[in-house]
């Protein structure tokens, strides 16, 4: 089953929503094939931020650093239970151009999947600067990727048009308005990081339009 996914590799709900996802597919013995898509959630960040991811939350959304502690903390809790340790303490976002050019590189190479994974838990497991050049080409590396080819992208544009063409069609086409963003079979659309047995409504009315389809 196709599933286009537009997503950024600093947000938590989009590495929680990718896990769901697989799980609740293999449980119902349903083959994805996946289909990464660009969104940034802030095109304009910096490769690192100065402050914490906390206290820059805190800022953007008007609330106390105690509460958005709170809620990083009930994130985290989510995280844990599709077997992902997020580390929110020191998660550090950063601009991610550089980072989904990579992921566009390594799928067009087939290692889509083993890019945005590398990316969600560097960002979000091990707190790494993903917005900062040393660690995308780390990242990179980690996965197999050709040290020269990744260094001849990141002293380019290339894949840059990937990225904006992306964006353009989740914001012009889609009305997305954040991430994660799926579309199965390129007919039904779902936001968020939906519960298991949405996901799973959604995958069985696909497999019946399928079904019906063929008869």
Known sequence: MRVDIWSDV??????????????????ANVELEVYWHSF????????????????RLAQKYGRSVEETEALQQ?????????????????????????????IH???SKNLGEQAKEAFFHAALTEGLPVGERE????IASRIGLDHGEVEDLLNSNEFKEFVEYDEKVAREQLEVKGVPF??????VALAGAQPDHVLLDVIKKVQDKQQQATE
């Open 182 to 187: 799926f579309v199965f079979e390129q007919k």
């Open 10 to 27: 600093v947000c938590p709900f989009c590495y929680i929503a990718k896990k769901r996802l697989e799980r609740v597919a293999k449980e």
């Open 40 to 55: 940034q959630l802030d095109p304009e960040a910096p490769a690192s931020h100065t402050m914490s991811n906390t206290e």
């Open 74 to 102: 009930q994130i985290a809790d989510m995280a844990r239970q599709e077997g992902i340790d997020f580390q929110w303490q020191k998660a550090n976002s950063g601009n991610t151009l550089n980072a989904h050019r990579i």
């Open 135 to 138: 660690t995308v080409e780390e």
């Open 105 to 107: 590189l390594a799928q």
